[in-house]
């Protein structure tokens, strides 16, 4: 196991984030171990499935840059505000696009791309993400991002690490390959880095309840996303 | 027909709002002749449905109530923060606990309405609602409420016009009431008032297509929480 | 000294407001011993500085109500909805229209309230509200309002005890009256108690230091919203 | 003259942005021929005085940053929301450290630009761009940030231009290049021409009473803005 492998397993169990992993992890195991990512991590999982996914997660990520941008308006310091500028400037001009060459790679056409219908799954997730950042503080914000960027990268590293992983011909190879890879890695210990410092300033103890059901409800939405392929759209 | 009902139908295809319903008419159609509504005539709906369509409700009108919050903040003038607050107010201290006693009239129990798990179709909904409501102006915001005010009002009409409608023994006789009666049917007139004019002062003409798709969205998400019953909790 | 002073003037010095306010007491002092509130107090304030700082004080109201109404919107609670929203209802359908009378009785027209140009000092002290409260969270948004609420009938108190005062032929007595009264006293009284539960709950304890300088900045620009009946309009 | 000042030139005079700075010219000319502009030209400004200006600016910069994140979060497409991160990008890694190496060249120490105190003049206006922001949609928020954007460019031009300014040895020489340079200009032609095709899209016709409304009152507070080296702090 390589040294970014283990530092970034050991961040997932430390600080305010362990905690918070441990105190729902019925439903974090059902997030990370979903049947989703089990036929991913096979390559059991339907062709027709993993493209609606891709879709509707496109849609997602647009949502998810909208509230880091609410992160830069509710930044108390120029750092706060750099930090979350940098992430929604790699989300619109990297990831993003990266997203968009992936699906083509998955033979979705540029107009299928322009015109997604939406699935309840999407916009219970992404609508309840936007309207919760607008209610609280940054504190409230970042909580709800976490089980999207840590739960990302635990998947991938559970999937490398599992011996019943179709690791030859698997056609989700590159999506794996994506979510283990070392950069991926790297911006989660960025992440939990700056999620324990932003915790402290704001006091995070003290209101660790409503944390703790907010980040619950990002994770039970993320489950139900895995879901999102299958779903019936607006 | 009395006058009021008369007048009402007669708002209900006139100006903007008469546009908006024909311009989206099959999904309007699904909406207002919904399974739910039909088996809510016929009084054949299981009550288990209509308990769980009640608490869903519940923590819908407590959301409106802050779509209504947001529209008093984006009021420009004293007369719009007093319609909306005046809104605000009748649903916190009216509708709000009535819809509580009406809850316990069916049997559903207070620590029942104090942990309501909630749903797909409420969360998309709602937060949809909320989301929308801070990213655009007073007028985006107007017309994404409008398919659930004058669209009850609408079925209510619809179901005591019917004569396949059991009015005899019918045990949901109270909510068509409710929703058919002179109070709301007022209610529901004042509000496409209302609508008309702040559709004048905000340029609704030069925004059309976006308000429509607003409103259409609005509407098809309306027509999913009618299967809100039937739905699984997060 | 009446009871409800007393209390008053005890609750003024006990938990998270008292300590608000011995924390930034040079400032405090400055505000609530303010030039324009001994001149008041004195009954020499000039006639035409009282009418323009109603007419800010007017448009500050304004301000004040949509701040009130994105507390609805932050709220987490029914009962913390019904308190915000009770509020602004007030503040639109009772202290509004007071004031306004209030207004014409110093002689100032109704299209002079329509037209009212706008100072530095309401801008920055309103517009700095309703930011800061899009920003943080509803205990953020609280903080702010702190000064207003409780610093007006401490004046009011201030007044009333100070053999200083002109109590005979003072033209401001009306204006000294409402904020000295047992009902102004109830509401500040009613606020506090509001404002150390909310405390609690969001932890206001480990978030000390943000809060007192969003406090002090409220005080500050307080002090300078006395000065306002002498201000160069935009 | 250059084509590229030709061009500005033309391009200030047509469209939205032409009719909106001709149907203010009073204050458009007020803000533009300012005492503290003609005093730069001249190179007569106090030293002191500038220096408070440009630490004021910097914060002020910072809460432009805040409003161009909103923008990001009221964007409709992809696009949109690229160009306002793009220049949200630009100015927390580019304009933002320039600024602060210019203040340094001014002999501002570091601690100086980290305790800025405030003053009305900057509460008042970035506070109102703020909170308008929110209040309204997109086309709102970005006719607020117009007259900053090609103010300092039309300055910059009226100085080069002007037979009376001091070119020779001029302390503000860098200033007054940095407004008229190819590559301002060229931000601002971007600007102008982005501002066209919102005014469109989102129906500013219409709407344009409200518009001119709004950037009448950001052209007011940037000329009071102009006067903040000479301002009392908080």
New interface residues.
């Given amino acids: 196991m390589s040294i970014v492998i283990k530092n970034t397993r050991s961040m997932l169990n430390k600080g305010l984030i362990g905690r918070l992993r441990r105190d729902c992890q019925v439903d974090w195991r059902q997030f990370t171990y979903h049947r989703f990512v089990k036929e991913l991590a096979l390559g059991t999982l339907p062709k027709e499935e993993f493209q609606q996914f891709l879709l509707q997660d496109y849609l997602y990520l647009?949502d998810f840059?909208?509230v880091e941008?609410?992160a830069?308006?509710?930044?108390?310091s120029?750092e706060e505000?750099?930090y979350f500028?940098?992430v929604?400037?790699d989300l619109?001009?990297i990831e993003?696009p990266l997203h968009i060459s992936y699906c083509h790679e998955w033979g979705i056409q540029k107009d299928a791309i322009e015109n997604i219908p939406?699935t309840?799954?999407l916009?219970?997730?992404s609508?309840?993400l936007?309207?919760k950042a607008?209610?609280?503080?940054l504190l409230?914000l970042i909580v709800l991002l976490m089980p999207c960027v840590i739960g990302y990268g635990e998947v991938g590293l559970n999937i490398i690490s599992d011996s019943a992983t179709n690791m030859h011909n698997n056609p989700y190879q590159s999506w794996i390959n994506m979510y283990s890879s070392e950069e991926y890695l790297g911006i989660m210990q960025k992440t939990m880095s700056f999620f324990e410092i932003i915790s402290t300033k704001?006091?995070a103890?003290?209101?660790y309840q409503?944390l703790l059901e907010q980040f619950q409800?990002s994770v039970?939405?993320e489950t139900?996303f895995w879901g999102v392929g299958q779903a019936i759209c607006?």
Same sequence: chains 1, 2, 3, 4.
């Avoid at 607008?134 to 503080?137: I, L, P, S």
């Fill in positions: 647009l840059c909208r941008a609410l830069v308006f509710k930044s108390r120029f505000m750099q500028s940098s929604l400037h619109l001009n993003l939406k309840l799954e916009l219970a997730y609508q309840y936007l309207s607008m209610q609280g503080d409230d704001y006091g103890e003290q209101r409503h409800t039970k939405l139900l607006l």
